[in-house]
């Protein structure tokens, strides 16, 4: 489809919202997260992309502001196009474009990371329009995705040790519950610190998760899952439902008990859940690459790998280039950070 088919239409919150009923896209796309974000530290702004009065794409783009008043934008999981649309190049292009014209000059680089696997990415399109594999992801590049359908073929797909494990929950005693109350989110942060500095990643502070939890409680799209014993926390997980697909976006677990398999339970109703609410997938959100058994990342991709589905590679993040030279040293500058913060992450800090 050529570029000049489509044009660009800049949308309030209110009117993306409407034009994602009919165009599918990644939470991560979607007007409430853009929304969520403008309160920690990026300007979302809300691109439709148009044939005539039909929308037939959609560009959530996030700003994050540089020093001396630069810039760079960011398209989680997009551009986002309608069935049969297919012209990912054209699209990327038409949104750099309005996004530069709007924020101005000082914008050094637009960054996507579509929702594709990687096998579908065109990249020599992009290439040949300027677009380059960034040198980093900033969603995961490898996840694994169970394919859902009833609860009998659900539970049989799992591994019998898995299966094993979830019944050792319940023989143990281990109550899982689905929460409302955000008090009890200082207990599920200090088990997520916990956990961070175990599994080497990076976190936000508290006020971040008392957002997201607010925020998409809220909306209907979260589901925030707990394991007890005796009345104490022992694991929790924020579960996101969102047309398409249910994301296990943000989990911690203690050392507490841990022989119980808290872990393996809450997977277990939160499957069961998504399966109820009609999702086709189940994202588990991120694991090791192949193949790389020293991994930060191992033990929870063996944990994950337990429930079936399969490892899916994605398409990474491409970028476009518009300020040369502080783009280079945007990327000396982000590859300094990246050692600091590696750093700080052996030692299971927040971000």
């Known amino acids: 489809m050529p570029r000049s088919d489509m044009n660009v239409r800049r949308l309030t919150p209110e009117e993306y919202k409407r034009a994602g009923e009919t165009v599918s896209h990644h939470f991560l796309q979607s007007a409430e997260w853009g929304l969520f974000k403008s309160r920690h530290g990026w300007q979302p702004f809300f691109w439709g992309l148009y044939r005539e009065e039909s929308c037939v794409g959609l560009g959530l783009v996030l700003l994050r502001l540089l020093p001396r008043g630069y810039s760079f934008a960011y398209i989680p999981k997009g551009p986002s196009m309608a069935p049969g649309e297919e012209n990912l190049t054209g699209a990327a292009g038409l949104l750099a474009e309005a996004t530069r014209n709007a924020v101005g000059k000082r914008l050094l680089f637009i960054r996507i990371e579509p929702h594709l696997l990687r096998k579908e990415v065109p990249g020599?399109?992009?290439?040949?329009?300027?677009?380059?594999?960034?040198?980093y992801d900033i969603q995961y590049r490898f996840t694994r995705r169970i394919f859902l359908s009833d609860e009998e073929s659900l539970w049989a797909s799992f591994t019998s040790k898995q299966?094993?494990?979830?019944?050792?929950?319940?023989?143990?005693?281990?109550?899982?519950?689905?929460i409302t109350d955000k008090n009890a989110l200082k207990s599920w942060y200090g088990i997520y610190c916990?956990?961070?500095g175990r599994n080497k990643i990076f976190i936000h502070p508290y006020g971040y998760y008392e957002d997201f939890f607010q925020t998409f409680l809220n909306t209907g799209a979260l589901s925030?899952?707990?394991?007890?014993?005796k009345g104490r926390m022992m694991a929790g997980a924020f579960i996101i439902h969102y047309p398409g697909e249910s994301i296990y976006m943000y989990s911690g677990s203690s050392d507490?008990?841990?022989?119980?398999?808290?872990?393996e339970a809450i997977q277990w109703a939160a499957l069961r859940e998504a399966a109820e609410k009609g999702a086709p997938v189940y994202d588990l959100w991120g694991v090791a690459p192949p193949g790389?058994?020293?991994?930060?990342?191992?033990?929870?991709?063996?944990?994950k790998s337990g429930f079936g589905g399969r490892?899916?590679?994605?398409?990474?993040?491409w970028d476009l280039p518009l300020?040369?030279?502080?783009?280079?040293?945007?990327?000396f500058a982000e590859k300094v950070r990246r050692l600091f913060l590696a750093a700080k992450r052996r030692l299971g800090g927040a971000e």
């Not at 507490?256 to 872990?263: A, G, I, L, M, S």
């Not at 300020?323 to 990327?331: H, P």
């Open 194 to 196: 916990e956990t961070a």
């Open 311 to 317: 490892v899916e590679e994605f398409a990474g993040c």
């Open 163 to 178: 299966r094993n494990k979830i019944r050792t929950a319940e023989r143990k005693d281990v109550k899982i519950r689905r």
């Open 292 to 303: 790389e058994q020293d991994h930060p990342w191992s033990g929870l991709s063996e944990f």
């Open 256 to 263: 507490f008990e841990r022989q119980r398999r808290p872990n």
């Open 323 to 331: 300020r040369k030279s502080l783009y280079r040293f945007f990327l």
């Open 224 to 229: 925030f899952w707990t394991a007890l014993y």
């Open 124 to 135: 020599d399109e992009l290439r040949r329009k300027g677009w380059a594999p960034a040198p």
